[in-house]
């Protein structure tokens, strides 16, 4: 009877300290002066003057155009925008606490870009990006293809900020096993395995070299010559992919075989004929010494070769902004017109030494993304040329990952980043998965907008991730805890809405949330939390960057 007595007072003595911890936890998350502060940065000298530039070239646009431009977004708004695009998830609720004890005279921008730059979470969000571009998303041929490694030491690279043409040029010319040598991966992924042209498909990645590292579709013309702008022609396609045809696959891996060469039958001839190497332009560029592959590879990032900076410039904008500034992403004109602002950038990112994190903090800086996506008054909302003009922050649905994200992040008040436990971090991957094949993954169509579908909003009414997310768990959800521990109703739906929409309520939304939670005895209370989470999940302004 005395043990059966002890063992009962252990367990209330364990749940005492499980209750107490909770209580200082939330305390500490909602506000507490003992929350350390985001350390406070400030843009360079170089990258104001590169801003200031860019900038010219918006607002000269908006003046020709008698555009007015919406106002200054919010910061906390800014920082959702940035943490979505670049770790796939809102920021969480401690996150957001200690962005608020920014020291002033601190650049909010600047300073949250070096938060999300040092966390394991960016270099792995965009290096799966960037592979979706490289290598698209199939399995590939088995064996000789891991795709996990290449996006791996895409992630190394990103963590190092290695310059963008050397990562690019490693790409292409590599050589070794796809293990020991994971870059090797975007030429394995192409090998044909039976048949008569076995080894590295020398089509399919010249496809992925024009669309990835120059913009360009040349695949368009691999067939017959450009019918509409004869721009390009047969020849400019199969003159690239010749580039790939001594890359061999043996025992070693990857390797350059000098006796190997690329045949093809253009359109009108019966036999196939050997394709010399050729670039489809700027030919004063390409070098005269090395394998084929690099050639290439320096032809491809050499300071001068324009459309290898327009290509990055342009995703890198999509990536922030969710749609690119030439569209489609792939596809960008070689003699122009092109939009405000895009050879200013291009000019900043090859001035910068092909500096990834500095074109993002560029753009991160200019006016269209420092803009609010709404005009602030009801009679005049934003038009449809304001937010082509990006004289506004043009509003675009989340991507599947970046809503299973959110969700998942909502439900714990610390970050789930690179110092998360192991056992977070297994179940974030486990549920992620799940829900965007649930939700429909966009694959390699990175920056197609598609309107929501009704399979998706029952998904987020009634899914099972939503549910046990949400749901009544004082150990896995915060919607329980902040139910029962917080000091007033007006916290817990602060908490809720930072949480999930990473914004405080309206006066309006906060009387009445609070009202739900008012004088409720804690079982209710936690119902009545969980409605609320779920009701925010729901909400229109949860699934769309605003």
Known sequence: MTSQFSRILIRLGALLVLVIAAIITLTWYLGSEDLAPLPSAEASDSLKESTA???????????????????????????????LALTGAAPSLEELRRFEKLAEGGDPTQSWLNHLFADQRYTNYVAERFARAFVGVGPGPFIIYRRRRMVNWLSEQLAMNRPYDELVSDLIASEGTW???????FITVSVIQDGDNKGPDEVKLA?????????????????????????????D????????????????????????????????????SVVEPGVPFSEELKPEDGSRRKQLAEWITNGNNRAFARATVNRAWALLFGRPLVDPVDDIPLEGPYPAGFETLTDEFVK??????????????????????????????????QEA?????????????QVAGSIIQSASFRALDGDAHI??????????????????DQGENEFQEESGTIPQRLLLMNGKLVGERTGENPVMNSSTRVAHYSSSEKQAVDAAFLALLTRLPTPEES?????????????????????????????TEFSWNR
């Open 237 to 272: 396609f199969h003159e690239l992919a010749a580039f790939y045809g001594q890359a061999d696959m043996t025992i070693s891996g990857v390797r350059e075989k000098s006796e190997k060469n690329y045949e093809t039958a253009y359109k009108g001839k019966k036999d196939p």
């Open 352 to 385: 910068s030494g092909h500096d990834f994190r500095y074109l993002l903090r560029l753009i991160a800086a200019s006016a269209p993304f420092q803009r609010a996506s709404d005009s602030g008054n009801p009679d005049k909302p934003v038009t449809v040329e």
């Open 179 to 185: 293990t020991t040598n994971p870059e090797t991966n």
């Open 53 to 83: 530039r860019l900038n010219a070239a918006f607002e000269t646009s908006w003046k020709a155009l008698e555009l007015e431009s919406a106002p200054q977004a919010l910061d906390h708004t800014i920082a959702r925008r940035l943490s």
């Open 511 to 539: 009387d009445h949330f609070a009202a739900s939670l008012e004088k409720k005895n804690p079982k209710a209370k936690a119902r009545a939390s969980a409605d609320l989470y779920w009701a925010l999940i729901n909400s």
């Open 423 to 440: 056992i977070d971090k297994l179940r974030r991957f486990g549920e992620t998965n799940d829900f965007v094949k649930r939700y429909g």
């Open 207 to 235: 496809a992925r070299t024009s669309r990835a590292f120059l913009g360009i579709s040349l695949d368009c013309v691999q067939c017959h010559d450009d019918k509409f702008g004869d721009r390009w022609k047969q020849e």
């Open 389 to 401: 003009a990006w004289a506004a922050f043009p509003v675009t649905p989340l991507r599947p990952e």
